[in-house]
C-alpha cells in the first residue's frame, strides 16, 4: 500500500492534483462551456464512488452475522465481564493485584467509552433503530458521560458530513493554541475524564427540559455507579480516593485517545466549504490511517486507527467489517491512482511535536483539488 509519510510531513501530496488556493482554472460561477469536460469529469467521480460502493456491499452481502456485528459486540461484552474482576483485585492489599485491577479496569472502560460509544453513535451495534438509539444512550451517556445528541451531532453530521471542511469538519474543536505543545500532547488529555461531562452540560443549553433532565441523570447514573463500587465492593475507604482512582482509571488512554483524533486529519488538505471536492476525493486527500495496533485496536477500535480511510468512506460499518473491507478498499484506490495514506503513530507525533505552530495554532491553509473540485 501506498505510504505518503513524507508528503505529510512537508505538508504537499507529492505529484498529485492538489495546490494551495492561489488560483483557479474554472470558477464556479462560469458556465458549462468555460469549463470544457466538467460534467464529464463529475461523472467519472460519481462513477468511482459508486463502484467502490458496489464492491463493498458485496462483502457485506457475503458476510455472517458474527462478522458484521458478533465480533464487535463480543469485545464489549467481554470489557463488561471484566469488571466484577477488576473492582475484585480492587480491594486486594497486594501492590501488584491492586495495580492488575486497575490495568484491567482501564482497558474495559475505553473499550466501553471509545469502541462501544463510537460504534453505537454510527448505529453499527444493532440493525434495529430502536436499539441503536437505546445503545447510543446506554454507550455515550451512561457509560461515556457525554450527551448522546451533542456527540451524534458533533461526529455524525457535523465530522463525517464535512471531513476537513474549514469551520465545519476540520477537528478544531480539538486544538487548544493557549497551550504549550508538551502540555497539550502529554499533560491536558488527562483532564479529559473532568472536562467531558462539563462539556456535556454546556450542550444542554436550549434543549427541552425533558431531555436535559434525562441525559443528566444518564451521566449522574454512570459516575454514581463507578463510585458506589469502588467503595462498596473493591473497599475504598475514603471518597476522595475513589474520585482519583475514577479519574486515573479514566484518564489511562486519555493521551493516544487525543492523539488519534488529531493525527489522522489535521495536517492534511483543508477544503473550502463553498469548493469541496466529491466524497471520494475529500475522504481520500483528507484522511489518514495508523497502522496496526493491539491495544488500540482493542480499546479504540479499527475503525479510528488502521481503517480509517475505510470508517469515512463506509461510516455505517462495525470494526470488523472496516477490517474486512480494507484490501478492497485499498487496493481499488491505488488502482484508480487516488491517495491511499497511511502513517505511523510515532511518525504523526513527531510531526506535531515539532510542527505544534502550524499544525495547531495557526488556520490551516486551503488545500484545491484541480480538475475535480
Same mark, same amino acid.
Given at each position: 500500500?501506498?505510504?505518503?509519510? %513524507?508528503?505529510? /510531513?512537508?505538508? /504537499? #501530496?507529492?505529484?498529485?492534483?492538489?495546490?494551495?488556493?492561489?488560483?483557479?482554472?474554472?470558477?464556479?460561477?462560469?458556465?458549462?462551456?468555460?469549463?470544457?469536460?466538467?460534467?464529464?469529469?463529475?461523472?467519472?467521480?460519481?462513477?468511482?464512488? #459508486?463502484?467502490?460502493?458496489? #464492491?463493498?456491499?458485496?462483502?457485506?452481502?457475503?458476510?455472517?452475522?458474527?462478522?458484521?456485528?458478533?465480533?464487535?459486540?463480543?469485545?464489549? *461484552?467481554?470489557? +463488561?465481564?471484566?469488571?466484577?474482576?477488576?473492582?475484585?483485585?480492587?480491594?486486594?492489599?497486594?501492590?501488584?493485584?491492586?495495580? $492488575?485491577?486497575?490495568?484491567?479496569?482501564?482497558?474495559?472502560? @475505553?473499550?466501553?467509552?471509545?469502541?462501544?460509544?463510537?460504534?453505537?453513535?454510527?448505529?453499527?451495534?444493532?440493525?434495529?433503530?430502536?436499539?441503536?438509539?437505546?445503545? =447510543?444512550?446506554?454507550?455515550?451517556?451512561?457509560?461515556?458521560?457525554?450527551?448522546? /445528541?451533542?456527540?451524534?451531532?458533533?461526529?455524525?453530521?457535523?465530522?463525517? $458530513?464535512?471531513?476537513?471542511?474549514?469551520?465545519?469538519?476540520?477537528?478544531?474543536?480539538?486544538?487548544?493554541?493557549?497551550?504549550?505543545?508538551?502540555?497539550?500532547?502529554?499533560?491536558?488529555?488527562?483532564?479529559?475524564?473532568?472536562?467531558?461531562?462539563?462539556? @456535556?452540560? =454546556?450542550?444542554?443549553?436550549?434543549?427541552?427540559? *425533558?431531555?436535559?433532565?434525562?441525559?443528566?441523570?444518564?451521566?449522574?447514573?454512570?459516575?454514581? *455507579?463507578?463510585?458506589?463500587?469502588?467503595?462498596?465492593?473493591?473497599?475504598?475507604?475514603?471518597?476522595?480516593?475513589?474520585?482519583?482512582?475514577?479519574?486515573?482509571?479514566?484518564?489511562?488512554?486519555?493521551?493516544?485517545?487525543?492523539?488519534?483524533?488529531?493525527?489522522?486529519?489535521?495536517?492534511?488538505?483543508?477544503?473550502?466549504?463553498?469548493?469541496?471536492?466529491?466524497?471520494?476525493?475529500?475522504?481520500? !486527500?483528507?484522511?489518514?490511517?495508523?497502522?496496526?495496533?493491539?491495544?488500540?485496536?482493542?480499546? +479504540?477500535?479499527?475503525?479510528?486507527?488502521?481503517?480509517?480511510?475505510?470508517?469515512?468512506?463506509?461510516?455505517?460499518?462495525?470494526?470488523?467489517?472496516?477490517?474486512?473491507?480494507?484490501?478492497?478498499?485499498?487496493? !481499488?484506490?491505488? %488502482?484508480?491512482?487516488?491517495?491511499?495514506?497511511?502513517?505511523? !503513530?510515532?511518525?504523526?507525533?513527531?510531526? +506535531?511535536?515539532?510542527?505544534?505552530?502550524?499544525? #495547531?495554532? +495557526? *488556520?490551516?491553509?486551503?488545500?484545491?483539488?484541480?480538475?475535480?473540485?
Amino acid at each position: 500500500m501506498q505510504n505518503v509519510r %513524507e508528503a505529510c /510531513r512537508d505538508g /504537499r #501530496m507529492g505529484e498529485t492534483l492538489v495546490k494551495r488556493k492561489e488560483s483557479s482554472k474554472c470558477s464556479d460561477e462560469g458556465t458549462k462551456g468555460e469549463c470544457p469536460g466538467r460534467d464529464g469529469k463529475e461523472r467519472d467521480t460519481e462513477t468511482l464512488m #459508486m463502484e467502490l460502493t458496489l #464492491m463493498v456491499q458485496k462483502v457485506v452481502k457475503e458476510s455472517s452475522w458474527w462478522e458484521r456485528k458478533g465480533m464487535d459486540c463480543s469485545i464489549l *461484552a467481554a470489557a +463488561f465481564v471484566c469488571l466484577p474482576p477488576a473492582f475484585l483485585l480492587l480491594s486486594s492489599s497486594q501492590v501488584l493485584l491492586f495495580l $492488575a485491577g486497575m490495568l484491567l479496569m482501564g482497558v474495559a472502560h @475505553a473499550v466501553i467509552t471509545v469502541k462501544g460509544a463510537h460504534l453505537a453513535s454510527h448505529g453499527a451495534l444493532s440493525e434495529s433503530p430502536a436499539w441503536g438509539r437505546f445503545w =447510543a444512550v446506554f454507550f455515550i451517556e451512561i457509560c461515556g458521560s457525554f450527551s448522546a /445528541r451533542a456527540g451524534i451531532q458533533g461526529h455524525i453530521k457535523m465530522h463525517h $458530513a464535512h471531513t476537513n471542511v474549514i469551520g465545519l469538519g476540520d477537528s478544531s474543536v480539538w486544538k487548544l493554541p493557549f497551550l504549550p505543545r508538551t502540555v497539550y500532547l502529554f499533560i491536558a488529555p488527562l483532564a479529559v475524564p473532568i472536562i467531558t461531562p462539563l462539556v @456535556a452540560l =454546556a450542550q444542554l443549553r436550549g434543549h427541552p427540559l *425533558a431531555y436535559t433532565t434525562r441525559t443528566i441523570l444518564m451521566i449522574t447514573l454512570g459516575l454514581l *455507579a463507578q463510585y458506589w463500587l469502588l467503595i462498596n465492593v473493591s473497599g475504598f475507604q475514603s471518597p476522595c480516593g475513589a474520585l482519583l482512582f475514577m479519574l486515573a482509571c479514566r484518564a489511562m488512554l486519555s493521551v493516544p485517545y487525543i492523539h488519534v483524533n488529531i493525527f489522522q486529519h489535521v495536517g492534511l488538505p483543508m477544503f473550502s466549504p463553498t469548493r469541496r471536492p466529491k466524497r471520494i476525493y475529500q475522504m481520500t !486527500y483528507g484522511v489518514l490511517n495508523l497502522p496496526r495496533n493491539p491495544l488500540l485496536d482493542l480499546t +479504540f477500535g479499527h475503525s479510528l486507527i488502521n481503517c480509517h480511510v475505510e470508517h469515512h468512506l463506509f461510516p455505517f460499518l462495525s470494526d470488523n467489517m472496516c477490517l474486512k473491507v480494507k484490501p478492497v478498499v485499498s487496493k !481499488y484506490l491505488i %488502482e484508480k491512482q487516488l491517495p491511499y495514506q497511511e502513517d505511523s !503513530y510515532l511518525s504523526r507525533l513527531n510531526l +506535531f511535536f515539532y510542527k505544534y505552530q502550524e499544525l #495547531m495554532v +495557526f *488556520a490551516p491553509p486551503i488545500t484545491e483539488l484541480v480538475g475535480v473540485q
